[in-house]
């Protein structure tokens, strides 16, 4: 069976939880766990770091390009992170994901 996990970096939790709010709203994912992180990139030929939330979705497999496509429509950077990651979890918590989005 399995689910998904969307990987998805922001700017700050603000952005982070517009767009988790509005993606639980529309049902399109069960939940999420956000967090600091430190992030290291080369960015236009330099060397950047700095500080942005990770944002971890959990939805149905199907669910993928619709969530993909809001959270780019929502996004504030030209280029996000937005990273699809097939999971197996206990059989409670899967029935529950998939039970939970639409």
């Known amino acids: 069976m399995g689910f998904i996990l969307i990987y998805v970096t922001y700017p700050n939790m603000e952005e982070a939880n517009k767009t988790i709010s509005y993606l639980l709203q529309k049902k399109l994912i069960a939940c999420s766990n956000s967090f600091p992180i430190k992030a290291s990139s080369c960015w236009t030929g330099k ?7 990770v944002s971890i979705l959990k939805t149905k ?3 993928w390009e619709k969530v993909k496509l ?3 429509k929502l996004h504030p950077y030209k280029v996000p992170c937005i990273m699809k ?3 197996e979890a ?8 998939n ?3 639409k």
């Open 85 to 87: 990651i097939d999971v």
């Open 47 to 53: 060397v950047a770091e700095c500080d942005e939330v």
């Open 70 to 72: 809001e959270v780019e």
């Open 90 to 97: 206990n059989k409670s918590y899967e029935d529950w994901i």
């Open 61 to 63: 497999k199907e669910s």
């Open 99 to 101: 039970g939970e989005v």
